[in-house]
């Protein structure tokens, strides 16, 4: 295994603990479906997670490649340098719906502005 490959898996592993913080069930793609799989961490949620442990980072591109890869999943991109801490990238658009899959997954409501309540 080459050393890009083995940053690779520790930083899909490392995302996943990640997200297990949060309540989020992650697991590495590769182990779940091996390399059939287009999403770097396989989670309940319905949001494609594409995950980047490298010091420079285009978010164009990476954001572009979970959202061509996404399948109607929410395109995200989950990115950490050495020594900081972990960053998720959205697109705009897609934030209402990271949040309806968030308030779902965690069983809660969510009322929009101008309901009447």
């Known amino acids: 295994m080459t050393n890009s490959r083995r940053k690779g898996k520790r930083g899909e592993l490392e995302a996943a603990e990640a997200l297990k913080t949060l309540g989020i069930k ?11 799989c287009t999403a770097d961490l396989i989670t309940d949620w319905p949001i494609h997670f594409e995950v980047k442990r490298q ?5 164009y591109e990476a954001i572009e490649q979970a959202a061509n890869d996404s399948n109607g999943n929410v395109p ?3 990115w950490r340098r050495n020594r ?10 897609d934030i209402p719906r990271f949040v309806e899959v968030f308030v779902q997954q965690e069983g809660l409501t969510l009322e929009r502005p101008g309901a009447e309540g």
């Open 84 to 93: 900081r801490d972990w960053l998720l990238i959205l697109r705009l658009d």
């Open 26 to 36: 992650a697991r590495r793609a590769v182990q779940y479906c091996g390399r059939g």
């Open 76 to 78: 995200a991109v989950l």
């Open 55 to 59: 010091e420079r980072l285009n978010p």
